[in-house]
């Protein structure tokens, strides 16, 4: 497999023990928690619209639309037709650095910029407005609520077992045609439901990158469809409950965990008896093991999900609200969760591999081109120390816990009408916030010990 698809860095020498750093994040929430009981007492966020700064003018949404189809096809061009050597073919680096972990940084810091880069979207689009002209352009189905975003989940769990379980997930011939069924299955969805409300509900990529790029200080208003400046998560509290949001944050947060601790001594351990036991049944060795990183996948996604499920469940919802429409309503609490994760997993691959990126365009097919003047390029690994990285990691991890707890708790007073009983309802959520964080923690210290 593709040994960069992960993004631990190499063990570091810490100026003080993991535990410790878990106790710090742990009194970092108690405190924050306290703080919120104490001097938040009635609901801020969902007020809050931000000051608008400037339209996206048609011209350049086309632009970045046709930037995001070219550079598409000229990753499956390299794919298909480029070097079968991993690290010399653009295809895997674009799909697992740039595109997957360099488009929800970019959403952090910018806002929701996948929609105009999404190649599919771009596509449609385009070939609504062409049928449009000549009058072919049937009324679209109306989008089932009750699907809501799941299927965006199912697809980021297959991408996920394409990155994580399936050792040709990551070559570049596969990873080409696995680009393209993705494009058709997108062209045919929005065909019959419309293009927006098939990417706003089952592009699991779109969904994520959106739902992240909530939490930006920049983003579009429903309103006037202007950028914003805006505090920062007050986005996501302004998101429209949608059903199956939950499941997609569940998945991102379960597989990047998944991802860390598949580098971990406990879980080769298990991967081992998996293994075995597939192996009993008849499938070979490589197949076996690729079947043990699915149950291993399922399985840290399931515990992520059950996690969720108990913080709901200790939760008792408000006069004539049901436990369902309850969890509906804190969906958005996982939100920072899952970008909390991605950045502390996925920096240290970010800083190191995507400096690679210039390279790999430079000689996108392998073939010894220098389009740019960069195919000799090296990657400098002195640009971050290891040190440097960890306290990254664990800083992003607190932070997005805390965004949580803070929209967890604007939430409740919503809900629940008193500071006190809004208080009283998030205990459970600030147990359940340090769980997420000592687990991410563990992960990482885990990864940086194997």
């Known amino acids: 497999m593709l040994l960069f698809a992960h993004g631990i860095v190499g063990r570091a020498d810490l100026p003080i023990p993991e535990t410790l ?3 710090a994040a742990a009194a970092v929430l108690v405190v924050s928690f306290v703080a919120l009981a104490l001097g938040w007492s009635q ?4 007020a809050k619209t931000g000051r608008p700064l400037f339209a996206v003018p048609r011209a350049l949404e086309v632009v970045l ?5 070219f550079l598409f096809f000229l990753v499956v061009y390299a794919g298909l037709f480029g070097t079968d050597t ?4 653009l295809a895997p680096s674009a799909v697992y650095v740039g595109f997957w972990v360099g488009v929800p940084f970019l959403a952090l810091l910018f806002g929701d910029v996948f929609r105009h880069l999404s190649p599919w979207r771009a596509l449609g689009r385009a070939t609504g407005w062409v049928a449009g002209r000549f009058g072919a352009l049937p009324e679209p189905l109306e989008y089932p609520a009750r699907l809501g975003r799941y299927p965006a989940a199912f697809w980021l769990f297959a991408f996920a077992i394409c990155e994580l379980a399936w050792a040709r997930g990551t070559q570049p011939g596969s990873l ?3 680009m393209l069924v993705y494009l058709v299955v997108m062209l045919v969805g929005m065909s019959l439901y419309g293009v927006e409300p098939w990417v706003r509900n089952a592009d699991g990529f779109g969904v994520l990158f959106a739902l992240i790029g909530s939490l930006s200080p920049l983003g579009r208003e429903d309103g006037d469809g202007k950028v914003h400046l805006r505090v920062p998560g007050t986005g996501t509290a302004r998101l429209k409950p949608v059903i199956g949001t939950a499941a997609l944050a569940i998945v991102s947060v379960g597989s990047t965990a998944f991802d860390g601790a598949k580098e971990g001594a406990l879980f080769n351990d298990l991967a081992q008896d998996l293994q075995g036991f597939f192996r009993d049944l ?12 699915v149950v291993g996948l399922a399985g840290a996604v399931a515990i992520v999900g059950l996690i969720y499920f108990l913080g709901m469940r200790g939760m008792v919802p408000p006069e004539g609200m049901s436990r369902r429409r309850l969890s509906l309503a804190f969906a958005h609490t996982l939100i920072p969760i899952a970008a909390g994760y991605l950045v502390a997993h996925y920096f240290s691959l970010l800083a190191y591999n995507g400096q690679d990126l210039w390279r790999l365009l430079s000689d996108p097919l392998g073939d010894g081109a220098d389009l740019f003047g960069a195919a000799d390029r090296d ?6 120390s290891a040190t440097g990285i960890w306290y990254v990691q664990v800083g992003a991890l607190v932070v997005g816990h805390v965004a949580a707890l803070v929209l967890a708790h604007d939430r409740a007073l919503e809900l629940y009408g008193s500071a006190r009983a809004a208080t009283r309802s998030q205990v459970v959520m600030l147990v359940l916030m340090v769980a997420f964080t000592c687990l991410g923690l563990f992960l990482l210290s885990a990864a940086l010990n194997a």
Request: net charge negative; aromatic share 10%; hydrophobic share 50%.
């Open 21 to 23: 750093f878990a106790a």
């Open 43 to 46: 609901p801020r966020l969902q």
């Open 65 to 69: 639309g046709a930037l995001g189809v």
């Open 86 to 89: 991993q690290s010399q073919n």
């Open 176 to 178: 080409a045609v696995l």
């Open 282 to 293: 008849g499938f070979g060795i490589g197949p076996a093991l690729e079947l043990g990183f």
């Open 379 to 384: 990657i400098d690994y002195g640009v971050v």
